[in-house]
């Protein structure tokens, strides 16, 4: 049965920028983890922080046992990948199905997995099930946009410079480890903090070389714009 044609209700689970970029028409967001996975900025992104000439770098969830398998520079990884699940209006879940798949595309395919609320949550706002069942976005090893492990120092120079329809990679990034840091006090992911310090280094030192002693930059002056006025900027393609 689709989901669409089921009464049973419709979670989403966002581990990149679904989470501060939330859904159209959710009434619930939870925050929380799911567990199996690891999180890395291995997918390439042509369309939305980068372009097909110069992809920039984004999320997906790499599955733990396949990763176990392969050598990364950032050999550690948290067992919980942590994230928020929307639960939508029923009324809206086709067309906010329809609206993920436009704003998903770009190598990132359908699973589902179960989502632990973190502790604390208001028993009240949650289902009768838990873990509770949610759909995720994937950028499987198999999609074309799939990079895989990179040296850490490239990867970053690959976001320094990117930039695409929904803005300067360096906001994701940097957007991506604010948005986990506000989720819970266990929620730090190495990876993402790890390359975030190599990013504030890289625009300190491009600072230092180009503009001299000034306190803030271009890529860090945006980020502060856009995220201050507006969370929606990579729902902008959709609409
Ligand atoms: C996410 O935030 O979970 C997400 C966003 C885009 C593609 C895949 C996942």
Not at 22 to 31: E, G, K, L, Q, S
Not at 35 to 43: A, E, H, I, L
Not at 132 to 153: C, M, W
């Amino acid at each position: 049965m689709s989901l669409e044609a089921s009464s049973e209700q419709f979670w989403l689970f966002g581990y990149g920028s679904l989470i501060w970029k939330p859904p159209p028409h959710f009434d619930r967001r939870i925050p929380g983890f799911v567990t199996g996975y690891v999180r890395r900025f291995w997918q390439a992104s042509q369309d939305h922080r980068g372009t097909p000439e110069a992809p920039g770098r984004v999320v997906t969830l790499i599955e733990r046992s396949y990763w176990e398998q392969l050598t990364d520079h950032h050999d550690s990884a948290p067992e919980r990948v942590w994230g928020v699940a929307y639960r939508i209006i029923p009324e809206h879940v086709a067309e906010v199905k329809d609206y993920l798949d436009i704003r998903e595309i770009n190598g990132y395919t359908i699973h589902y997995t179960p989502f632990h609320p973190a502790p604390g949550v208001d028993p009240a706002t949650l289902p009768s099930q838990v873990p509770i069942r949610t759909l995720v976005y994937i950028g499987t090893p198999e999609n074309d946009q799939f990079v895989g492990p990179e040296n850490p120092q490239q990867l970053v120079d690959v976001i320094f410079r990117s930039h695409g329809p929904s803005g300067p990679n360096p906001d994701y990034l940097f957007g991506l480890e604010k948005a986990l840091d506000d989720l819970s006090p266990e929620s730090g992911d190495e990876h993402v903090t790890d390359l975030s310090n190599r990013l504030r280094e890289m625009i300190s030192a491009q600072q230092q070389e180009h503009l001299g002693p000034v306190t803030d930059s271009p890529q860090q002056h945006h980020f502060r714009r856009a995220g201050s006025v507006d969370g929606q900027e990579e729902t902008e393609k959709a609409s």
